[in-house]
């Protein structure tokens, strides 16, 4: 029997090594060090589906306008840490624009990636009031907000929403907060890993039972108008980006600038804390953040505390692009549609070699192609698939470390496979499903 593509002996070799009580439930950043020394040791190229990682080039619009920036020396000046005037601006016109929802240039920051602006909202949401501390999660969701949650010292709960969409929401839910110590609930929108979404009837119900509860809600937009199915791409026109913000007045938005606009590297994300939560006054923020105003607590205690803001330079950048996508000079939508496009091809070559879809329909409809997708092998769990993978040349992280209940699957993201890797994954896929279909197994059953 042909042996699989990567040599086993350096497989085994580079897990030791990092010595995981389990390399199939590794954290993101764990299975990618992995990867990255079986690369080096193998000399072969990987399938890297591990990591979130955005695939495609920086627009230049922002390139361009963050070097002229530092050629007038702001690099030598620290910025206002909730943010230049300009910016702000710009940001509260950009979710008018898209979301069609009003609020103030005061309500929006930037921050070092959307990652830092939910380590924020769970911190300050969390302190307003006591006896209310507990973070929800409707998952499944991205691995590392619990983290962060756990790191701050929060009580953390978690569904899996697969089997609860539509109506069937308002019951799980409601059994979730009744209790009354949930402080704030998250979710992701397009979701991370499955690629489902909301609809405005879960929407509506996750807004009327958080206001029944005084739950404020955390809304991950980090994937920002690529539910490819609608076209979300012109300012300012139906239709609208489906949000939370259009049925409560308590939310947080927590806007990636990684994949949507190709910003990975400069870490810079944006938040807009809806007005009504702003200027709200909770008396238990004053002893954390010096502040009982929920804003005011938001940024000159937990913002200033944590980083004094974004880098100078890198709100110019921002800034220069987010005016070109307000004035319909810039269409980002159009920029990643690339995403949906590979996710087509390399779902196809998945299931024609054997593997079936995990997160298969969205509520009863054709699940949209986009930056992630969900499969699994018949036999094998998702734990013992990262493991199995490796040594074809393939990554990927198991659904358990995202709160799924499908614990046989994995999660693939798509933007680090070009379409000219196709052949090469078609490859080894093949290779895989023939040496299983003959009974070869590269790791003992779990």
Known sequence: ????????????????????????????????????????????????????????EPPLIAVNAEIEALKKGV?????????????????????????????????????????????????????????????????????VNKRQAKVIGLPIDSFDIYEYRGEKLRAKLSSHLENGDVAALMYSNPNNPSWICFTETELKIIAELADRYDVLVLEDLAYFGMDFRTDYSKPGIPPFIPSIAHYTDRYILLISSSKSFSLAGQRIGMTVVSPTLFDQKFP?????????????????????????????????????????????????????????ERAKVMKKLF???????????????????GFYFTIAYPGFTGEELVEELLYYGISAISLTTTGSDRHEGLRAC????????????????????NQHREGFRAIAPR
């Not at 979710?95 to 069609?100: A, E, P, R, S």
């Not at 299931?351 to 192609?369: M, R």
């Open 351 to 369: 299931t024609d070699n054997g593997f079936v879809l995990v997160y298969d329909s969205d509520d009863g409809k054709p699940l949209a192609d």
């Open 414 to 433: 798509v933007s680090m496979t070009d379409k000219k890797l196709f052949p090469l994954l078609e490859e080894r896929l093949k290779t895989f499903t």
């Open 75 to 143: 690099g030598s000046k620290y910025p206002p840490f909730d943010g230049i005037p300009p910016l702000k601006d710009e940001i509260a016109l950009f979710i008018k624009n898209f979301l069609n929802v009003d609020v103030k240039a005061t309500h929006c920051f930037p921050t070092v990636g959307s990652m830092q602006g939910c380590y924020m909202a769970m911190m300050v949401s969390a302190r307003r009031q006591a006896g209310k501390n507990k973070i929800l999660f409707v998952d499944p969701g991205f691995p």
């Open 284 to 340: 238990e923020l004053t002893p954390w953040f010096g502040s009982p105003i929920f804003g005011r607590a938001y940024i000159f205690g937990a913002m200033y505390a944590l980083s004094s803001g974004v880098s100078h330079s890198n709100q110019y950048g921002l800034l220069a692009l987010l005016k070109a996508v307000n004035k319909g000079e810039y269409n980002f939508v159009e920029e990643v549609k690339t995403y949906g």
């Open 1 to 56: 029997m042909t042996q699989p593509p990567i040599k086993a002996d350096i497989v085994k070799r580079e897990i030791e090594q990092m010595a995981l009580p389990s390399v199939g439930l590794a954290s993101i950043r764990e299975i990618n060090r992995i990867v990255d020394n079986i690369e080096k040791a193998s000399g072969e190229h990987f399938i890297r589906m591990e990591m979130g990682v955005p695939g495609l």
